[in-house]
Structure formats: C-alpha cells, structure tokens
C-alpha cells in the first residue's frame, strides 16, 4: 500500500513540482548562465559571502607620526569606541602594557600574515578575518582617562592640565554602565568586522592589565559625491547633515591651534596630545519622526535636505549663516542648535571643536522603542574651552526634547610616536624623573 501520510503526500507532490518547474526552471537558467560566459558555480549562490574590494581592503593609513591617527584622518564607515579598566600596579607594569598595546596596534594597523601555531594550542587569532589581515584603513586611538591619574601615585602631577571626570549636565541621564574609564580606544575601518577583530585582539592579548569597561559599535552612512565631485557630511539619525561646519582637518595650522594640545600649562610630555570627549546620545527617533518638518528645521537651523543653513536655502551646508542680518533671530532662531554652538563671533572661535561622530543602533529598549543615536566623539586642545564650553551653550536647546545624553567619558588622546617607540613613553619618561 501506498503511503498516505501527510509528510509522504507533501514528498510525493514536491517531487512533481520539480519534475515541471524543476525543468522549465533549467530550460529558464540555459540563457543566464550562456549570458554570464561562465560555468555555473561563478553564479553567486545565497552563501556566498559579499564581495570584498581589494583597493580598500589594501588602504592603510600609517600608524607612526607626530601625532596619532584617528584623529584628523579621514573618518571611515565603521568605528568601535571602547573604555576599559587599567589593572597595574607599578609605573614598569603600565609601560609593559604600553609597550604591548603598541605592538599589537602596529601590526593591525599594518596587516599581515598570522602565524601558524601548534593545533594544541589556541590560535594565534579568532579567525574572523582569515589567514591574512587586510590593514583597511584601520585606525587605533590610544586615550588616557582621569581616574587613572588620579588612582596611581607614580603619575601624580603628570595629569594633562584640563583633563576631568566628564559630570552631569541638565539634560544628562548618565547609565554608570556607559561611562568613564581608565583607558579609551577608538577603532576606525572601512569594515565593522576590521574593528571587531582588532578590538578581540586587543582584549585576548592584554587581558592581564585591561578589563573592558564599556563599548559602542558605531557607522557612518556613505554618501554618493555630488555633481562637482564633492562628498557632503553624513546624515544623523534624524536625518539631518553632521559636520557641516566642522573646522577644516587639512589645515595644519588650525589644527595646531584647535586640536593639539601644546603651550606652558599643559606638561612637556602631553604636547602633541590631543583632549577626546565623548557621548553616547540616545535620540528619540519615534517622537522626533512625528515632529513637522519647519519646527525639525527650526531647531536646528539648517534646512534638512541641504544641510544650507535657513537664512540661506539655496545655498549648500558650507556657506555660514549672516547671523548680523538676522539679530532678532527671525529666520535662525536664537535658540536653534548651529546658532547656540557657534555664535560666529570673536569670543566663540576659540571654543571650535574638531567632530568625529558615529551613528549607533543598538536594538530595542524594553519599552518597545529603539535604541538609536549618535556617538559623539570630538577632539580639542582645551576641553573646557571646546566642549565643555559649547555644550553650556546648548544647555536647554529646544532639540533636548528629542535628545538623551547616558553615557561617555573625557580623556587624553596619547601623542603620537616614531618608528621603534611606544605610546605613552613620554609619559613613563617623566614619570621615573618625577
């Protein structure tokens, strides 16, 4: 007797399916594959991994220089931040973590073969990236964090002159769990798994003197360059360009003045340095979605499509806003976020920041809202000049109704280093003459 169950009449019935389908399926792939020139396992299947591209698997940005990379390099797609807890207990503790930290920084930065280990043994690496590491446009930011001054004393009075615990400001809902740290390490990639494998390399290596405290996982939307051939700043998650009067990084001079940390109040050995800010700024994306477009416009004072600011429509997101032909604020409220962050006038140039953000996404909260924003990342050479003095400025902005700062940390981006050092050697230097 034949067999009538269910999962038999259900065979039976695929199996005619595909004696039809199957065959007008193939007589159907006949013209595609003749059309491809090609045999048929050149035809990309669903398991197939994505195609990489060599030219930017290869881009490498050089780890060595007067000051690190990550900071005025240009911003790639994909970034991990993330603070850790220092275990040492001698200042020749932390300049053999240091020391660690830089070899291993170095040779991700540059990529290269993994070597082959006894199969007895763990591997050399997780893996992820294969056989041989592509350097990716890979950038590693070594930070130092307030606290671990603060706890050792074979650094006391080598803290960079402004460095602080980041505090609480009004519109602030710091999570404890996403704040502060004794180190900080910025990862940038053109790939988000280049910053995960080095960030897992990074922990597996120096698990003996670093404890992760917190991370975020963020990215940077590409964007098609314009007709000129220009590329426009990145759009935030609420749809609204980022960057758009960031200062100019190629200009060696600014930079020099915004950026670098230098100057007889700041020790000899930070100079070169660079004050990191950070904030992990949760949007309420849901709320803000229903809000009209000329009140999104308003708080913000830039059109959305352009970026161009509204006195000025027609303009692009890089032509600055006439604030003197609109004292009243009729146009550019005098409450909206660009006209409060940079007023324009000769006191607010030396509060200018140098803005290097990420977009995250990290679910959903439990009330069925996402978890979406901005990490915030910013460099200045005098962090209560820069930062800290424009987010005073934006204290109880009509955009903190869409806004939740609840987490990140203040600290002191190492300077950079040659050939054959290590960061944070300064550092050590003046700690053994101290």
Same mark, same amino acid.
């Given at each position: 007797?034949q067999?009538?169950t269910?999962r038999?009449i259900?065979?039976r019935?695929l199996?005619?399916g595909?004696?039809i389908?199957?065959?007008?399926?193939?007589?159907?792939a006949?013209p595609l594959?003749a059309q491809?020139?090609g045999?048929a396992?050149?035809?990309?299947n669903?398991?197939d991994a994505?195609k990489a591209h060599?030219?930017?698997a290869?881009q490498q940005v050089p780890f060595?220089g007067?000051h690190?990379a990550g900071i005025t390099?240009?911003r790639?797609?994909?970034?991990?931040?993330?603070?850790?807890?220092?275990?040492?207990?001698s200042?020749?503790?932390?300049?053999?973590m240091m020391?660690? !930290?830089?070899q291993?920084a170095?040779f991700?930065a540059a990529?290269?073969l993994i070597?082959a280990?006894?199969?007895k043994l763990?591997?050399?690496?997780s893996?992820?990236?294969?056989p041989v590491?592509?350097?990716?446009?890979?950038?590693?930011?070594v930070?130092l =964090?307030d606290s671990l001054f603060?706890?050792h004393?074979?650094?006391? =009075?080598?803290?960079?002159?402004?460095?602080?615990?980041?505090?609480?400001f009004?519109?602030?809902?710091?999570?404890?769990e996403i704040c502060?740290?004794?180190l900080?390490i910025?990862l940038?990639?053109?790939?988000?798994?280049t910053?995960i494998?080095?960030?897992?390399?990074?922990?597996?290596?120096?698990?003996e003197? !670093?404890v992760?405290?917190?991370?975020?996982? =963020?990215?940077?939307? +590409?964007?098609l360059?314009a007709?000129?051939?220009?590329t426009?700043?990145?759009?935030?998650f !609420?749809?609204?360009?980022d960057?758009s009067a960031?200062?100019?990084?190629?200009d060696?001079?600014?930079?020099d003045r915004?950026?670098?940390?230098?100057? +007889?109040d700041e020790?000899?050995?930070?100079?070169?340095?660079s004050? %990191?800010?950070?904030?992990?700024?949760?949007?309420?994306?849901?709320?803000?979605d229903?809000t009209p477009?000329?009140e %999104?416009?308003?708080?913000?004072g830039r059109t959305?499509?352009?970026?161009?600011?509204l006195?000025?429509?027609?303009?692009t997101?890089h032509?600055a806003p006439n604030y003197?032909?609109?004292?009243e604020g009729?146009?550019i409220?005098?409450?909206?976020?660009?006209?409060?962050?940079n007023p324009?006038?000769p006191a607010?140039?030396?509060?200018l920041i140098l803005?290097?953000p990420?977009?995250?996404?990290?679910?959903?909260l439990?009330?069925g809202q996402?978890?979406?924003g901005?990490l915030?990342?910013?460099?200045?050479a005098d !962090?209560?000049?820069g930062f800290?003095?424009? %987010?005073?400025r934006?204290?109880g902005?009509p955009?903190?109704?869409?806004?939740?700062p609840v987490? =990140?940390g203040?600290f002191?981006?190492l300077p950079?280093i040659?050939?054959?050092?290590?960061?944070?050697?300064?550092l050590?230097?003046?700690?053994r003459?101290?």
């Open positions: 007797m067999d009538q269910p038999s259900f065979r019935n199996l005619k595909i004696g389908g199957g065959a007008l399926g193939a007589l159907g006949l594959r491809d020139g045999p396992d050149t035809i990309p669903v398991d994505p060599t030219e930017t290869a060595h007067p690190q390099t240009p790639p797609a994909n970034g991990i931040f993330a603070a850790f807890d220092v275990v040492v207990a200042l020749e503790d932390f300049e053999r020391r660690l !930290l830089t291993r170095e991700l990529g290269g070597a280990r006894d199969p763990p591997p050399a690496d893996g992820l990236l294969g590491i592509s350097p990716d446009n890979l950038t590693i930011t930070g =964090g603060e706890r004393d074979w650094l006391a =009075g080598l803290k960079p002159a402004r460095l602080q615990r980041m505090t609480q009004p519109n602030d809902a710091l999570d404890p502060h740290g004794d900080s910025q940038c990639a053109n790939l988000q798994d910053c494998y080095a960030l897992r390399d990074i922990v597996k290596n120096l698990s003197f !670093l992760l405290r917190w991370m975020i996982e =963020g990215f940077v939307p +590409p964007v360059p007709t000129d051939g220009s426009p700043s990145a759009r935030n !609420l749809g609204f360009r960057g960031n200062p100019d990084a190629n060696a001079a600014l930079m915004l950026v670098w940390t230098r100057g +007889p020790p000899d050995w930070a100079h070169g340095g004050y %990191q800010a950070v904030r992990v700024i949760r949007n309420f994306v849901e709320r803000w229903r477009l000329s %999104q416009e308003r708080i913000f959305k499509i352009s970026g161009a600011p006195d000025a429509p027609g303009a997101e032509d003197a032909a609109d004292p009729m146009v409220p005098p409450d909206s976020h660009i006209r409060l962050a324009r006038d607010s140039d030396r509060n803005r290097r990420f977009n995250y996404s990290r679910g959903a439990k009330n996402l978890d979406q901005l915030f990342i910013c460099y200045q !962090l209560e000049a800290i003095a424009v %987010q005073n934006l204290n902005e955009l903190e109704e869409y806004i939740k987490g =990140g203040y002191f981006a950079g040659g050939p054959g050092d290590y960061l944070g050697s300064s050590v230097t003046a700690a003459r101290s």
